[in-house]
């Protein structure tokens, strides 16, 4: 079994910041890619950012220089520093893992999601 417990989300003014967390804990061997991916209403869900075991990481256009993934592989947890905020960064906000678990599977896992809310 592998969980991804993210925390963080909340209600924050236009400019302001919030910064996301999330870990993955159970029957891991590997990690490889952690990301946050978000979903407004109505909307598909995209990325927003990933950062590899390695530390490369990618970023939105929509996001760049304002957010920032970070990762602490020991933790098997991944952040998401979120600056700038601006309205249109409503929506709910999933962390995803790229990882092995100890039996040698492989495949992507998905917390349960955290709302973030920009408004006035």
């Known amino acids: 079994q592998v969980q991804l417990v993210e925390s963080g989300g909340g209600l924050v003014q236009p400019g302001g910041s919030l910064r996301l967390s999330c870990t993955a804990s159970g029957s891991i061997a590997s990690i490889y890619t952690m990301g946050w991916y978000r979903q407004a209403p109505g909307k598909q869900r995209e990325l927003v950012a990933a950062?590899?075991?390695?530390?490369?990481?990618n970023y939105a256009d929509s996001v760049k220089g304002r957010f920032t993934i970070s990762r602490d592989n020991a933790k098997n947890t991944v952040y998401l520093q979120m600056n700038s905020l601006k309205p249109e960064d409503t929506a709910v906000y999933y962390c995803?893992?790229?990882?092995?678990?100890?039996?040698?599977?492989?495949?992507?896992?998905w917390g349960q999601g955290t709302q973030v809310t920009v408004s006035s």
């Open positions: 950062a590899t075991s390695r530390g490369n990481t």
């Open positions: 995803n893992a790229d990882l092995r678990t100890i039996t040698l599977r492989r495949g992507d896992y």
